[in-house]
């Protein structure tokens, strides 16, 4: 960290692209939880892009990733297709769990994304293992677990931490710290709320990045991978950012400083990524609009192909009842 890196406007374009998916993903998909063809929860990752973009884009094709109950950014920034994440939230046959998981439970195992959680910090546990599986398999690979601020404080956070530690296992925690477990400020449920020293006392290489700054997120990664590949893992990172509304679409938010969220929507990641884009890539203003036209209307096609796809049969339901 600290050098002067260069970047191909390839990749700049890329990590746009991502980070432009995911906001039109979650802004068109609350449109649908509004007129009631998403049921259940429904978390926004709106605000923290960068970060989804960033880590995945700084893995190889072999790594895993475990997620959040915020997870739809991860599976997209993971290479999901929004046709199938579509259709899982609308419930239907040919999503990505045959519609049974919804929401907060979108997996692709072959992509290497053990899956979204519902469960709080359920994640690490099961990123760990397969940084485990890796690591006695002589593989490489590393698994990168996302966290919210919220699960640091559950008990399977810090023993997951403390075995991966124990072990030198390749796996990069990134909390993704938006200040709120649901409501509670972080500064109300511990005593540090600077996380990232979580690891320091489990001597475990642990850093505080911008968390909406997709480069300053790519940087770190690719550093921790590099650190895991080196037999030095686990590494912690500490992602600040700040989600642009409540925890989810229910949720007003209105325990959100107004100032506050003002500050963060101008330091928007979309907003840094462009930027980024325009000057460190030379784009041109008109190539990015016709990026995000294509992106918005391949968001439309995403939500016809839900609309037409099939309801999953009650019979293959019931079977799965009786077979466990």
Known sequence: MGKKHKYSKELLLKLYRTIYTIRIFETRCIEL????????????????????AGACA?????DYIAST???HGHCIARGADIKRMTAELFGK??????????????????????????????????GLGAALGAKIRHE??????????????????????????????????????NRYAVS?????STRVPELYKRGKSLGIASLEIDGNDVLEVYESTQHAVELCQKGEGPVLIEAKTYRHGGHHCNDPGKYMPGDKVEYYKKHDPLKI??????????????????????????????????????EPPVEDFLQEVEKY
């Open 184 to 188: 509670t400020p972080i500064e109300d």
């Open 33 to 52: 939880y509004r007129k009631a063809l998403i049921r259940g929860y429904f978390h926004p990752y709106l605000g923290e892009e960068a970060i989804a």
């Open 273 to 310: 990524a462009r930027r980024h884009l325009i000057k460190k890539g030379k784009a041109l203003e008109k190539e990015i609009g016709d990026l995000e036209k294509k992106i918005e209307w391949e968001m439309e096609e995403a939500i016809e192909y839900a609309s037409a796809s099939p």
């Open 58 to 62: 700084a893995l190889r094709e072999q």
């Open 69 to 71: 109950h915020r997870g």
């Open 93 to 126: 046959q040919n999503g990505y769990c045959g519609g049974r998981g919804g929401s907060m439970h979108i997996a692709d195992i072959e992509a290497g994304n053990l899956g979204a959680n519902g469960i709080v910090a359920a994640g690490a546990p099961l």
């Open 140 to 177: 490489d690979r590393v698994a990168v677990v996302f966290t919210s601020d919220g699960g640091v404080n559950n008990g399977v956070f810090s023993e997951t931490l403390n075995l991966a530690a124990a072990w030198s296992a390749p796996m990069i925690q990134i909390i993704e710290n």
